[in-house]
Nanobody, 121 residues
């Protein structure tokens, strides 16, 4: 019943900005952590940024100072504001959420379908 729907990907020039959104919907009791991962062609999937339910964020060194993760708990939505984009940021970006579907359930991992971000002149 739970699904993550992403939006905001696209083509942008180096130095430009883009904002990704990911909304979780369905049977949700609580969301612990929401994360962004990315995978470039021929590369392993890597962690980009994560944020706890209390708003504590952490970032990969490669994006620190350029990207900002945030969340709206009322909307079960996480955002990734990407500034000063570089060609090496080109990848498929995936939303990830660790959540409870019911009070007496257990935490499960959910993934979005991925959205393409291309940084090119």
């Amino acid at each position: 019943q739970v699904q993550l729907v992403e939006s905001g990907g696209g083509l942008v020039q180096p130095g430009g900005s883009l904002r990704l959104s990911c909304a979780a919907s369905g049977s949700i009791f609580s969301i612990n952590v929401m994360n962004w991962y990315r995978q470039a062609p021929g590369k392993q999937r890597e962690f980009v940024a994560g944020i706890t339910s209390g708003g504590r964020a952490n970032y990969a060194d490669s994006v620190k100072g350029r990207f900002t993760i945030s969340r709206d708990n009322a909307k079960n939505t996480v955002y990734l504001q990407m500034n000063s984009l570089k060609p090496e940021d080109t990848a498929v970006y995936y939303c990830n959420a660790v959540l409870l579907e019911s009070r007496h359930g257990y935490y499960r991992n959910y993934w979005g379908q991925g959205t393409q971000v291309t940084v090119s002149s």
